[in-house]
């Protein structure tokens, strides 16, 4: 006998909260933001086939599911509280719940983020979540924040989630330990959200890579009502992808997608409390250019000649 709707809900999804008021169980959850705090509220979904191959292992869907939601709290500085989960599923296959509840909720013990209430259907495998966190009133980093002058930023490395994907698609070939390792960056993100909250006061905008660095800067840019100048060989990679032919380097680092790195500015007088906030989150950060006045986005080689910028940004109805 497979389990029914409730049953499933209070076997994979019910816990005891501590932070909030009140969790699953009722018709609504409960909790409250502390005084002078603002509520940072952001949702992201996941279809099979289009954010997702239907051959991940369940845990690290579940991780997945909510790392780019806790992603998008980090890119505001904000602190991560609570979560819904909308899950639609064929068929309840227990095997899959138990691994999908396990990635999940191990990601949320760590960041103190409790799951306080969803919805569950029957449909084609599509994960919805809702992240709420908090951030002191007008501390949000924003898009919109950049000044002409700022360095630019950007934490670990860019473009193994794509080197993964373009493996998985059979148009590279990777060596086995090579493969596992850029597997995990595309399967396994780690959101950075110690960075985030360390950056509020000391960034001026931020934003995560999930369209891939140049299509998401543009944002920034667009936003900010500014340029920028991107130096495209001191973009972080790994060795795995330092190994491969430098224009997919290029592609990978510049437009790749699923990062989930922070992209900031900041002014060059902040240099060093960027350096500690860095060191404070225990990840790197690189400098890769600096914001201009004047509109649009440079892209410069080693030696500040112009590469051409024909990297487009990932859009789900044109891809
Ligand atoms: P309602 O009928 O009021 O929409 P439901 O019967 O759908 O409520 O859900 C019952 C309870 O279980 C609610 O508290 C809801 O938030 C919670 N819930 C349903 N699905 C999930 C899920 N996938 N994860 C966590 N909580 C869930
Ligand atoms: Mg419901």
Not at 69 to 98: H, Q, W, Y
């Amino acid at each position: 006998m497979s389990l029914g709707e409730f049953d499933l809900i209070a076997k994979y999804f019910t816990r005891t909260v501590t932070r909030a008021a009140l969790g699953v169980g009722d018709d609504c959850a409960l909790f409250s933001t502390s005084p002078g705090m603002q509520l940072a509220v952001s949702s992201d979904m996941l279809v099979e086939g289009r954010h997702f191959l239907p051959t991940v292992a369940p845990d690290r869907l579940g991780h997945k599911a909510l790392a780019v939601n806790l992603s998008d709290l980090a890119a505001c500085g904000a602190k991560p509280i609570a979560f819904t989960l909308a899950l639609a599923m064929p068929r309840v296959d227990e095997r899959f719940l138990e691994g999908f509840a396990r990635g999940l909720l191990a990601l949320a013990d760590e960041h103190e983020c409790e799951l306080i209430g969803g919805d569950t259907t029957q449909g084609p495998l599509n994960l919805c979540i809702t992240v709420f966190g908090e951030v002191p009133q007008g501390a949000a980093l924003l898009r919109s924040g950049a000044k002409a002058g700022d360095d630019l930023y950007v934490s670990g490395t860019l473009g193994d989630a794509r080197l993964a994907l373009e493996a998985f698609r059979g148009t590279v070939a990777l060596a086995g330990d090579a493969f596992e390792r850029v597997r995990l960056a595309m399967e396994r993100p780690q959101p950075r959200v110690a960075l985030g909250l360390a950056l509020r006061g000391i960034a001026t905008s931020a934003i995560d890579v999930s369209d891939g660095l140049l299509g998401d800067l543009a944002h920034v840019l667009r936003r900010s009502g500014l340029g920028a100048e991107v130096r495209a060989d001191a973009l972080p990679r790994s060795d795995v992808l330092r190994a491969m032919p430098e224009a997919l380097q290029r592609s990978c680092t510049l437009a790749g997608g699923d990062d989930y790195e922070l992209v900031f500015t900041a002014p060059p007088a902040h240099a060093a409390q960027v350096a500690a906030a860095a060191q404070a989150a225990q990840v790197s950060v690189t400098r890769i250019g600096n914001v201009s006045a004047a509109a649009g986005l440079r892209l410069l080689d080693r030696d500040g000649r112009a590469l051409p910028n024909t990297f487009g940004s990932f859009d789900h109805f044109k891809a």
